[in-house]
């Protein structure tokens, strides 16, 4: 005899599925928040960046249309003066006084840049009454307004003008350094900010994850306890019930209702009982121990009593089995027992008036492979995984009067016990065909008459 895995082996796995579960949706929600904080750091940034060039630009221009001003205002009052009296205010500013052909008269700054003046932006104020645009000019990238002026050119007291032109400039060297020190800035404040959310998200995911593990583990122990619980009381009132239907201590038109309340105790009980099964099996608080079977002898038993539960409700239950005379795997006859007869259950309620259900075994890549096939609507692709999980119904199925919807569920973590695995795909023919796939019996194992404590459950 040997015990298929210790309590604490299945506890330790349900934790493992609990851990996976609540891992993916912390992974989720850091994301989501991730990719929002992403977003709004990149919009924060982008916004700032371009509002803070844009006044960088706008203060360059500012720069240039008074230093053009100035210039204009000093060649009309001061003519010859101009180079003496006018200094543009910032160093990275300087000022051209051209005649109508671009002849400089007047160079304040002493700038010496060989492509300038330009003297299509000049051709270019003439027409539309100013001119600014930037420009690489001698090697060194600048931004020019040129702008129409009275210039004087007569006598010594400048008594006559004629039309010329300020040409104001900035060199934009530095201007260009600081914009790229402010994106520079930006961008690292932005990865810091990415950084310290990130951290921040993670911390905060997984602390607000903390009650959903406690809420995971709180519903186990209190799905097992209240199961436990309710099996005491439901029997008495089925009890009662039945004292009152055989000694007929309700008047006639009372019995309807008494047989109402036998049933719905039935249904109860059993609701209540494969609660339990479920709980102590995902707690492991069931042994499963698992002994030598033969399951071509212990399926053609099975089949015997799995007919006449088809029988009653007018299907037909075939038996195929395969030629080897034996096929030995360890496992727990009982629980294997309830296994199967949940999955006959299975197909009697999902098949029509009719119809035909086939249990079968063989043999594929050295596994033992039990199968109950259905000749009902099947099982679509999307929805194979979700109907193992407890109380799931199909789109569209209706809620069976017997069933509890944990059949399946408790199936699972049967042929999971029994270190299997069970799936489910489309039968020949059309309808579901259930899949329980159990490892042969290694040839060394021992064996044993089975025991281990009772576990209520579906059909067994």
């Known amino acids: 005899m040997r015990r298929a895995q210790s309590s604490a082996t299945i506890r330790r796995a349900h934790r493992d599925r609990t851990d996976r579960l609540i891992g993916q949706t912390q992974r989720r929600l850091a994301a989501f928040t991730l990719i ?26 500012l720069a240039l249309e008074a230093a053009a001003a100035a210039a204009t205002q000093a060649s009309g009052d001061a003519g010859e003066g101009v180079e003496a009296e006018h200094q543009p205010a910032s160093a990275d500013t300087f000022v051209l006084i051209l005649d109508a052909r671009g002849k ?15 003297i299509a932006a000049l051709d270019a104020a003439a027409t539309s009454g100013r001119d600014i645009r930037s420009g690489r000019y001698g090697g060194t990238d600048i931004r020019i307004l040129t702008l129409p002026s009275a210039v004087a050119t007569g006598g010594e007291d400048n008594s006559s003008s004629d039309q010329g032109f300020v040409q104001a400039g900035f060199v934009l060297t530095f201007h ?16 810091a900010g990415f950084a310290g959310a990130a951290l921040v998200t993670l911390l905060v995911t997984r602390r607000a994850l903390v009650p959903i593990r406690a809420a995971f583990a709180t519903e186990r122990r209190f799905v097992a306890a209240a199961s436990h619980e309710l099996r005491t009381p439901v029997a008495i009132v089925r009890a009662s019930a039945e004292i009152l239907e055989r000694e007929q201590l309700v008047a006639a038109d009372g019995q309807p209702f008494v047989a109402d309340i036998v049933s719905e105790t039935d249904r109860m009980g059993r609701l209540v009982g494969d609660l339990l099964a479920l709980a102590s099996a995902e707690a492991g608080a069931v042994d499963v121990e698992l002994h030598r079977l033969d399951l071509v002898v212990w399926l053609t038993d099975l089949g015997r009593r799995a007919e006449s539960m ?25 629980r294997l027992t309830q ?4 999955l006959v259950d299975n197909a009697i309620e999902h098949s029509p008036k009719g119809g035909d259900i086939t249990l079968g075994l063989a043999l594929t890549a050295g596994k033992a492979v039990i199968s ?3 000749q009902g609507p099947g099982v679509p692709l999307a929805e194979r995984e979700r109907i193992f999980e407890p109380f799931a119904r199909l789109p ?6 017997t069933g509890s919807g944990l059949g399946l569920a408790i199936a699972r973590q049967l042929a999971g016990r029994h270190d299997g695995d069970m799936a489910v795909e489309d039968a020949p023919g059309g ?9 042969l019996r290694s040839a060394g194992a021992a064996t044993a008459a089975p025991s281990g404590a009772s576990l209520p459950g579906v059909g067994a």
């Open 36 to 61: 929002l904080v992403t977003a709004l750091l990149v919009g924060v940034g982008v916004a700032t960046a371009l509002v803070a060039t844009r006044l960088m630009d706008t203060n360059v221009d």
């Open 104 to 118: 400089v008269l007047a160079n304040p700054n002493g700038v010496s840049v060989s492509a300038l003046p330009d």
């Open 176 to 191: 260009e350094q600081q914009e790229s020190q402010l994106l520079w800035t930006i961008a690292i404040v932005s990865l």
């Open 310 to 334: 088809a029988g009653a409700h007018g299907l037909t239950l075939r038996t195929a089995l395969p030629d080897p005379a034996s096929v030995v795997v360890d496992a727990d006859e009982d």
């Open 339 to 342: 296994l199967v007869l949940i």
């Open 372 to 374: 109950v096939s259905d």
């Open 396 to 401: 569209g199925e209706r809620r069976s009067a």
């Open 431 to 439: 309808g579901a065909r259930f899949v329980l796939r159990l490892p």
